[in-house]
């Protein structure tokens, strides 16, 4: 045989054997890859390695993440861009890590509530008329004296406010505000006191509860409006049962939800009841919606907790028993965190542990932010958890 023949005939080997070394290469990749994704949980979550360079320096730091503050029992907390925004009775409060005072807010709210979106963080209180708001710099975008006492108020995905206030001739006044916080809608209910209010993204369409008495029996009402129009504004209307309904939510643009004493009821924008969740004899004690429209519920259950998670529609995602009694939940992005007086967890939204801890034993509220971090509150300041 010639040499070129010899040649000829060798190129093939060669070419496979290049190959087997590839596929091999890559086997050996998969399996390094899942052995490492068993064995150290979390490490290719793009979270952690955000987490691992934004805290880079500060995880020996005892200081970082200490916030103290004047407190009282009737404060409201939540995390607004990260930041650490209190409700008090004197007004807003928003601190940085490093425990500076951003922004402070005047305003009288006795026994204040805050709801926060991405772009906006609100506060009222059911005792005054006042409403506050900041953006993100922590700028007062919002500060008015309502035309009544505020029953609620709520902010959408995107900005847009509505709040319902006691009126002059009627029973509940509701007004709606776009993201510009210029008033583009006012609702006047003359048959029902209403309780909860909940507005939509772009500010398209206005949900509220009223309360009926029936036989000298309350029953809730759920009622959905356009606001583009006054004269057929009332799209569709809902019984929600004899119960008295605690929060409001549009968890998606035509999904709304209903959170009450008895059982959380989902609804499209038609009315059309999808799905309701009977708490079957278990004592509801918080709750909260998380990424996409997703409603975690938490509820004694004898010694132990139960928690649920709740898609838009109300689909069960995922449900698990807690050991012992739950003190606070909170959701931001996708995690939930969830705090007992042993220990705090972190759950992804369908309840699957990310990290865990008894470190922080002493807090009574445990505020997640959007990179897995965890804020804690305990008589007047807070601590920060880094997983």
């Known amino acids: 045989m010639s040499d070129r023949e010899s040649s000829v005939n060798?190129?093939?080997?060669?070419?496979?054997?290049?190959?087997?070394?590839?596929?091999?290469?890559?086997?050996?990749?998969?399996?390094?890859?899942?052995?490492?994704?068993?064995?150290?949980?979390?490490?290719?979550?793009?979270?952690?390695?955000?987490?691992?360079?934004?805290?880079?320096?500060?995880?020996?730091?005892?200081?970082?993440?200490?916030?103290?503050f004047d407190s009282s029992s009737s404060d409201s907390y939540a995390v607004f861009d990260g930041k650490f925004a209190v409700g008090c009775a004197d007004g807003l409060y928003l601190y940085d890590d490093r425990g500076e005072q951003l922004t402070l807010v005047q305003g009288s709210l006795p026994y204040p509530k805050l709801c926060v979106c991405d772009s906006l963080a609100l506060c009222y209180s059911n005792e005054s008329s006042t409403v506050l708001a900041i953006n993100r710099k922590g700028d007062t975008v919002l500060s008015t004296a309502a035309d009544g006492t505020v029953f609620d108020a709520e902010v959408s995905s995107d900005g847009c406010v509505c709040y319902a206030t006691s009126g002059k001739g009627c029973k509940t006044l509701v007004t709606?505000?776009?993201?510009?916080?210029?008033?583009?809608?006012?609702?006047?209910?003359?048959?029902r006191y209403l309780n909860c209010c909940a507005i939509g993204s772009g500010a398209q369409r206005l949900a509220v509860v009223g309360l009926d008495q029936n036989n000298s029996v309350f029953c809730s009402t759920l009622t959905v409006l356009r606001t583009d129009s006054e004269d057929d504004a009332v799209i569709a209307e809902a019984e929600l049962g004899n119960q008295l309904i605690y929060e409001l939510y549009f968890t998606a643009d035509d999904r709304l939800c209903a959170v009450?004493?008895?059982?959380?009821?989902?609804?499209?924008?038609?009315?059309?009841?999808?799905?309701?969740?009977?708490y079957a004899g278990m004592l509801l004690t918080d709750f909260t919606t998380g990424k996409n429209g997703t409603v975690f519920l938490s509820f004694a259950n004898g010694k132990d907790s139960v928690l649920i998670s709740l898609n838009a529609s109300g689909e069960e995602l995922a449900r698990r028993t807690v050991s012992g009694s739950i003190q606070s939940i909170s959701a931001n992005g996708k995690y939930?965190?969830?705090?007992?007086?042993?220990?705090?967890t972190v759950f992804s939204e369908k309840l699957a542990v990310y990290e865990q801890t008894a470190e922080y034993t002493a807090a009574n509220r445990a505020l997640v932010r959007r990179d897995g971090t965890v804020l804690l509150v305990s008589n007047g300041q807070t601590q920060l958890y880094i997983p």
């Open 260 to 278: 009450g004493e008895q059982s959380t009821l989902f609804f499209d924008t038609d009315g059309h009841c999808l799905n309701t969740v009977d």
């Open 176 to 191: 709606v505000m776009n993201k510009s916080l210029q008033t583009v809608y006012k609702w006047n209910s003359y048959s």
């Open 336 to 344: 939930l965190a969830v705090l007992t007086q042993r220990e705090l």
């Open 10 to 68: 060798e190129a093939p080997k060669k070419k496979l054997s290049v190959r087997r070394w590839l596929l091999l290469g890559a086997v050996v990749l998969a399996v390094v890859l899942i052995v490492v994704g068993v064995l150290i949980p979390g490490l290719l979550n793009p979270d952690r390695l955000t987490r691992d360079f934004k805290y880079l320096g500060v995880r020996a730091d005892e200081d970082y993440g200490q916030i103290r």
